[in-house]
């Protein structure tokens, strides 16, 4: 007989998720470093600088803290913070409100507990099914596809040709269908990244986390390069997309994200097509004039 040792395993896990929040953390303090200048915060520029952006020591005297403490910060040390503190770093850097939440959230950091086979109340699946004003959605973590409208597979080919892999971001970084569905795909690439690097955050080091970020990497140039530039966006608000299919005609719609309280894993994200005489013609209108 086997005995799996699940206290352990439990423990390697977590140590998995706070490597990889620490390695997150250090990569987005340097690089929003790296972006500012001494004249943007105030600081004279001195003689020649061997460095792009800011210095340590520049962050530190702005944010009223050590060096070595900020320098323990920016290099993943595990260390403790007040959030004054963390408030007067995000001054020092010029972070903007997204920046701020998820600079908080790898600070104070508590690993999510990833639960994949927890099943969709029946009663939030069958609203967004019979949701018919734009395309909806039940998405999970790792932005897979749990539940979706007829809308939604209409004008995005979804599920594509592997009906088992539901992933939203695999359908829109590796399904040329969606790249070209997208008025402004470069945008809309950028938008998916930032929004999802907030979500990933949580699940750092998670095995499934990480074999999809690499898949990415690997399979997309553009994700790989965009997954390169630590941009992060809310992964709880809403987008406005514009879209040309090529049977339905010009499409716009705006989402909108709701939180289930009883399934903390997973987002609803629902459409509104825009109104008639803005410009785009929303589903049933673009069929009749098809």
């Known amino acids: 007989m086997v005995v799996v040792d699940t206290t352990t395993m439990a423990h390697q896990a977590l140590d998995a998720k706070e490597s990889g929040r620490r390695a997150l953390l250090s990569e987005f303090l340097r690089a929003r470093r790296a972006r500012l200048t001494s004249l943007e915060v105030g600081l004279p520029a001195g003689p020649r600088r061997r460095v792009s952006g800011l210095r340590r020591e520049e962050v530190a005297v702005l944010a009223d803290v050590g060096i070595t403490w900020y320098t323990w910060l920016e290099q993943g040390r595990p260390i403790r913070m007040a959030p004054a503190t963390l408030d007067r770093i995000a001054d020092a850097l010029r972070l903007d409100r997204h920046e701020r939440a998820y600079l908080k959230s790898l600070v104070f950091f508590e690993p999510a507990a990833t639960v994949w086979d927890l099943p969709i ?47 939203g971001l695999r359908h829109a ?23 999802f690097r907030t979500e990933y955050a949580q699940h750092a080091g998670d095995e499934a986390f990480e074999s999809l970020v690499d898949e990415l990497r690997r399979e997309s140039a553009t994700f790989a390069r965009l997954w390169r530039e630590p941009t992060v966006l809310s992964s709880t608000e809403g987008r406005s997309l514009r879209l040309r299919h090529p049977t339905l005609g010009a499409i716009f719609y705006d989402t909108v994200n709701l939180l289930i309280p009883d399934v903390p894993h997973a987002t609803v994200v629902l459409g509104t097509f825009a109104p008639a005489g803005s410009g785009a013609a929303t589903v049933p209108e673009a069929k009749r004039t098809s």
């Open 121 to 167: 109340p029946e009663r939030v699946a069958e609203v967004v099914r019979a949701y018919t004003a734009g395309p909806a959605i039940v998405r999970g973590p790792r932005w897979d596809v749990l539940v979706w409208n007829d809308v939604f597979a209409e004008v995005f080919g979804f599920p594509g040709s592997a009906a088992d892999d539901r992933n």
């Open 173 to 195: 970084f590796l399904d040329a269908r969606v790249r070209r569905l997208n008025v402004d795909w470069p945008a809309f690439a950028r938008q998916l990244v930032a929004s």
